[in-house]
């Protein structure tokens, strides 16, 4: 089954440093890959996703992420970290069966600090 | 304003009663699911939706029944309530047949079985 492994439950960063949450999939064939963030008491929002084409994904509030088939990863990056940033971070796959429900990583916390 | 939106947002109540969670969209969208998220479990699929009267469960499906007789509306009952249902349900649709749809999500029912 297709699933997905965030293998930092939390990471911390400073303000205006780089970040790269990891992410690894599990999947035969070209899966559709996702990145949701979750403010705190809130839903969850789409940052970017990956269907097919190039494999450099850009995405809202400047985030990117990068498809490398050869590590089965979909790493989600960002240059510069701002406060704000501060969330829950879900890598996700699309199952084939369920009607294409997205199968979620456990989800990375990433704390910010001044 | 158009979206899901979700009801109670916050709910208490005790073990064995039933408790209905509501969920509504405006995009008239075919798909809708069921997540419950926990921690360190991260989001799991309860059940979800294709269309209206078709609905087929997911990963965690026991102790939850659906329904959908009309396309907007999507609830989720508890019909026993049991503490290990203590959890934040998140409802979630999309729009496309087919994985590259993005899936959008409500911003949550935080329940408490006591």
């Known amino acids: 089954a297709q699933s997905v492994t965030q293998p930092d439950i939390h990471i911390t960063v400073s303000e205006g440093a780089s970040l790269e949450l990891r992410c690894n999939y599990s999947?035969?064939?070209?899966?559709?890959l996702f990145w949701y963030v979750q403010s705190p008491g809130q839903g969850l929002q789409l940052l970017l996703k990956?269907?097919?084409?190039?494999?450099l994904v850009q995405g809202i509030k400047g985030f990117e992420a990068e498809f490398k088939r050869s590590q089965s990863s979909f790493n989600l990056r960002k240059p510069s970290v701002h406060w704000s940033d501060a969330a829950e971070y879900f890598c996700?796959?699309?199952?084939?069966?369920?009607?294409?429900?997205?199968?979620f990583g456990k989800g990375t916390s990433l704390l910010v600090t001044p | 304003d158009a979206g899901i939106t979700q009801s109670p947002r916050y709910k208490i109540t005790e073990t064995g009663r039933q408790v209905t969670l509501m969920c509504h969209q405006t995009?008239?969208?075919?798909?809708m699911f069921w997540y419950r998220q926990d921690l360190g479990h991260g989001l799991r699929l309860i059940y979800y939706?294709?269309?209206?009267?078709?609905?087929d469960k997911g990963e965690v499906p026991d102790g939850y029944v659906v329904s959908r007789s009309k396309t907007e509306n999507f609830p989720l009952t508890l019909e026993s309530a049991t503490r290990s249902q203590t959890s934040v349900y998140f409802c979630?649709?999309?729009?496309?047949?087919?994985?590259?749809?993005?899936?959008?999500f409500g911003e949550g029912s935080r329940l408490t079985v006591l």
């Open positions: 939706s294709a269309a209206a009267d078709i609905t």
């Open positions: 999947y035969g064939a070209t899966p559709y």
């Open positions: 995009w008239s969208h075919s798909y």
């Open positions: 979630a649709s999309r729009n496309r047949v087919g994985g590259t749809g993005e899936l959008f």
């Open positions: 996700a796959v699309a199952t084939s069966k369920s009607g294409y429900a997205l199968n």
């Open positions: 990956y269907f097919s084409g190039d494999t």
